[in-house]
């Protein structure tokens, strides 16, 4: 398919630059597949139109305070991005900027000096392997990170206390991913209260949400972007749980396309969901047999992303966008949500 196709006209304003002021307070749209309706909702609502015996899904992977503010050896600003631990001995892989002041064996200093950063290769893909001097590169970035907001939130540089909460889910657990697994912002824990309340089922899945899962595609057509993979764990009781909701007829709902993701790596050839601590390495384009997720709760996605296609691969993405639009729907990461049935 053409890159073209999932291109779309956003106007600045409709770009959300704050959460909502209560986390379930967002917008609700709800997508009928079969009968190509919508129907406007709030976040509140969410546990009524769930249905009894449904097993809800989500990614409990916890953001880090990835990115690290630095200084060459002559004082000029570095930014790193830290990813994800790289080849043991406590190296990371990080993206950084400028690239030029990183170049193999530059080094560089955060914290007033207090953490120093050697630059030990640079890889094909662009980002940097990096090692602390004398300390864990973990904790730097516990003591000297910033929430990783994205470029289009016009505070991304200075973030908040507010920040550090809201781009956060409430029930993040594992820490890991350099980018918020949206789609689960809008939950409170008296909303999960509501939802396990009904007869509802919650589990959770663990993928560490990576940046290249928000970069542009970049080929003009889709099926030849390469879409990274992404480290997941699927515990064995979340893949019996899924498996039995299969066996019995009840729906699977994925939260977020993180998880969707993760489920749909990890089903097997005879349609079982295997428990697996590995990587995600599906690329979901439309097309797609989903042999797992029945619904999808998600929020509104970059034009030429991954995410995007992944949603039109679920639905017809450019009726649910255009009814957005006009709407007035918030679009991205603090924006709000649509569940598609």
């Known amino acids: 398919m053409e890159l073209a196709e999932f ?54 992977s916890r953001v880090i305070p990835a990115r690290v503010l630095a200084r060459d050896g002559v004082g000029r600003e570095v930014e790193l991005l830290f990813v994800e631990p ?15 002041r990183c170049r193999a064996g530059a080094e560089m200093s955060a914290g007033d000096g207090a953490a120093r950063f050697r630059i030990v ?42 920040d550090r909460e809201r781009y956060q889910t409430v029930y993040a657990r594992t820490p890991g991913s350099v980018a ?3 789609a689960g912002l809008h ?20 993928m560490h949400v990576g940046p ?20 997941m764990e699927i515990p064995e ?32 050839a005879d349609g079982t969901v295997h428990a697996l601590t590995g990587r995600a390495n599906i690329f979901i384009v439309p097309g797609h047999r989903f042999r797992v997720v029945d619904a999808l709760l998600t929020n509104f996605h970059l034009p030429r992303s991954s995410l995007l296609v992944l949603v039109s691969a679920f639905a017809d993405r450019a009726l649910t966008y255009h009814h957005a639009l006009n709407a007035g729907y918030r679009f991205y990461t603090y924006g709000d949500a649509t569940l598609i049935v």
């Open 187 to 206: 939950f409170t824990g008296a909303l999960l209260d509501r939802v396990r309340a009904r007869g509802i089922e919650v589990h959770a899945l663990t």
């Open 121 to 162: 290769a640079v890889e094909p893909d662009g980002t940097r392997t990096v090692e602390r001097l004398y300390g864990s590169i973990a904790d730097a970035i516990e003591r000297y990170g910033v929430p990783p907001l994205p470029p289009y939130i016009a505070h991304h540089a200075k973030p908040g206390s507010e």
């Open 212 to 231: 290249a899962t928000f970069w542009p595609i970049k080929a003009a057509r889709v099926e030849d972007h390469v879409l990274p993979t992404e480290r």
């Open 86 to 100: 790289s080849g043991g001995a406590g190296r990371w892989r990080a993206m950084v900027r400028p690239g030029r």
């Open 237 to 268: 009781s979340v893949a019996q749980a899924v498996n039995a909701a299969r066996r019995e007829g009840r729906r699977v709902v994925a939260v977020g396309t993180t998880t969707t993701r993760a489920l749909e790596s990890a089903v097997a």
């Open 180 to 182: 918020a697994p949206t």
């Open 7 to 60: 291109d779309y006209s956003l106007p600045a304003s409709a770009i959300a630059q704050a959460p909502a002021d209560e986390r379930d307070g967002s917008r609700l749209l709800v997508i009928d597949r079969a009968r190509r309706a919508f129907a406007d909702h709030r976040f509140t609502e969410l546990p009524d139109l769930l249905r009894p015996g449904d097993c809800v899904v989500v990614n409990d």
